[in-house]
C-alpha cells in the first residue's frame, strides 16, 4: 500500500509539473455570432516563449477583433517588465487591446509601478481605469468600460477578512450610470458578478480567482481571498441579463485546471 501511495504521489507530482510548466489551452465559447473577443487574464510572472511569443502566436490564430486584458498582467513584486511588453506589443500588433488592472498592479511598489505606466506607454494598448471607450465591431456600437476598485475589496489590514464589497451605487460612482446600446464591463474581481449585473453591463469579462486554483469535478476550491468554493471560478454564467465570463488565467500555481486563453464570439 505504501508503495501505491508513492506512486500516485509521484504521478500527480509529475502531472501537476506538466500542468503548470507546459500546457496552454484555448478555451472557445460560442455565445453568439459576429465578433470574435480574445481574453487574457493573470499573467502574473509567467512567460510562455522567452518573451511570449508562444502565447502571442496562439491569440494570432484565432484572428480576434479584439484583445481583452482582464488585470494581473504583472505580480507585485515585479521590478523587470521586459516579458510583459514584449506580450503587450505582440497583441497589439493582431487587434486593438483593452486592459484593466487588478490587485497586482494596484500593489507595486512605487517605483515599480512607475517603470509599468512607462512600459505601457511603450505600447498601443488602452489601459481603462474607471473609464470607458467607444468602438464599433461588426457594425455594433460597444461601449467598453473598464473597473477599478478599491484594493481593500481585495486585501484589508494586511489580511482578508472584512474586505469591502462592491455594490450597484459604488459603480455609479466609480464608472457614472451604465449607459450605451450594448456594454462590456472589463472587471478584475467576478465575485462581485451580482452587482455589475444590477448595474446594467451585458457582458463581464474577469480572472483573478485563477479558476479556483484546484479544480474537481468543474468546481474550483480555493479564492485569493482564502475563501473555499467561491461562487465565479471559470467559464460563462448568467446573472440576470448580464453574462459573466470567468477566465482561468495563465499563470500561479493550479491543479486539474490549465493556464487557459478564452476566445469568444459574441
Not at 510548466?21 to 487574464?41: D, F, N, P, W, Y
Not at 480567482?209 to 473555499?228: N, T
Not at 446573472?239 to 465570463?245: A, E, H, T
Amino acid at each position: 500500500m505504501k508503495k501505491i501511495i508513492q506512486k500516485v504521489l509521484i504521478a500527480g507530482a509529475l502531472y501537476a509539473a506538466a500542468e503548470n510548466l507546459l500546457m496552454l489551452k484555448t478555451r472557445h465559447e460560442r455565445l453568439g455570432k459576429g465578433i470574435c473577443a480574445v481574453q487574457i487574464s493573470d499573467l502574473h510572472r509567467k512567460k510562455f516563449g522567452r518573451k511570449n511569443e508562444i502565447l502571442c502566436e496562439i491569440v494570432r490564430r484565432e484572428n480576434p477583433d479584439i484583445i481583452l486584458v482582464t488585470g494581473d498582467l504583472v505580480t507585485r513584486t515585479c521590478s523587470d517588465f521586459t516579458a510583459a511588453e514584449a506580450a503587450l506589443k505582440g497583441l497589439c500588433a493582431i487587434a486593438p487591446v483593452f486592459m484593466i488592472e487588478g490587485n497586482h498592479e494596484q500593489s507595486l511598489a512605487f517605483e515599480n509601478k512607475k517603470k509599468y505606466y512607462a512600459m505601457l506607454r511603450r505600447t498601443d494598448v488602452i489601459l481603462l481605469k474607471n473609464s470607458y471607450s467607444d468602438v464599433t465591431l461588426e457594425d455594433r456600437k460597444i461601449r467598453i468600460y473598464g473597473l477599478c476598485e478599491p484594493y481593500t475589496t481585495y486585501k484589508k489590514n494586511n489580511g482578508y477578512s472584512g474586505l469591502d464589497i462592491v455594490t450597484e451605487d459604488d459603480l455609479n460612482r466609480y464608472l457614472g450610470r451604465c449607459s450605451g446600446s450594448e456594454v462590456w464591463l472589463m472587471a478584475h474581481n467576478p465575485l462581485h458578478g451580482r452587482s455589475y449585473a444590477q448595474w446594467g453591463a451585458d457582458y463581464t469579462f474577469s480572472g483573478h480567482v485563477h479558476g479556483g486554483a484546484l479544480r474537481i469535478f468543474g468546481h474550483g476550491i480555493l479564492s485569493p481571498e482564502r475563501r473555499f468554493f467561491p461562487e465565479f471560478s471559470k467559464g460563462v454564467y448568467t446573472i440576470g441579463n448580464m453574462k459573466l465570463l470567468v477566465s482561468a488565467g495563465l499563470g500561479k500555481l493550479r491543479l486539474f485546471n490549465p493556464p487557459e486563453i478564452v476566445t469568444y464570439y459574441i
